[in-house]
């Protein structure tokens, strides 16, 4: 019987076992893959709030009767948080009965709203709902504070609140997030004069 040629032990690792270098490679490309995705995660996340609101879009917030029955202190003054459009909608005759203490109910105000915009026009941050002690609204970032009808009356920001066109349609209120008007200059006083020194506030 013949024997076969015998070449002694093949050098280097047997064949499907990885080197070091290979599995580090590997490790690195996963971790570069996991910090790709979060990447795309956070993005995604950071995006879809304003894909939810619908900001740019017509949105219907609803007739006066819709609204009261969602929130009945709007009757009285206090803005409602449509939060779909990242705006507090006024009923404007209501809400400065609720600042000069006459404390009109108003079930409805017909043309007398205003859809304020959330973003402070300092740098951009969410405006609270109205503070209690002034019956303002005050940003908590840097201090901005406007009246009940977005006026500013101190702070860093450049002007009052923006707001969003609205339209009565059938009844209801709609607003167009698409077309934003810009906030009242700095030093406009048509209503609560009051002076920011005398009043107690929610933000420093
Ligand atoms: S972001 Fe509101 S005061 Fe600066």
Request: charged share 20%.
């Amino acid at each position: 019987m013949s024997q076969l040629p015998t070449y002694g032990e093949v050098p280097g690792r047997p064949i499907g076992e990885m080197s070091r270098r290979g599995f580090m490679r590997r490790m690195l490309g996963v971790g570069v893959a996991i910090l790709s995705v979060e990447f795309l995660a956070g993005t995604v996340n950071f995006l879809w709030p304003n894909v939810r609101s619908g900001l740019g879009g017509r949105l219907t917030i609803g007739t006066p009767a819709e609204i009261i029955a969602n929130d009945p202190a709007w009757a009285t003054g206090t803005p409602f948080a449509f939060n779909r459009a990242r705006l507090f909608f006024l009923n404007v005759p209501a809400a400065k009965g609720l600042v000069d203490g006459s404390g009109a109910s108003v079930t409805d105000p017909g043309e007398e709203v205003l859809a304020l915009y959330r973003k402070c026009p300092h740098l951009g941050c969410q405006i609270p709902p109205l503070c209690d002690q002034s019956k303002w609204f005050e940003c908590l970032c840097h201090g901005s504070k406007y009246t009940i009808l977005g006026e500013k009356r101190a702070g860093p920001a450049p002007r009052g609140m923006d707001s969003f066109a609205v339209e009565v349609v059938e009844g209801a209120y709609v607003v167009d997030t698409s077309r934003i008007v810009g906030g009242p200059p700095e030093g406009t006083v048509t209503f609560d004069p009051r002076d920011t020194a005398a009043i107690p506030h929610c933000a420093g």
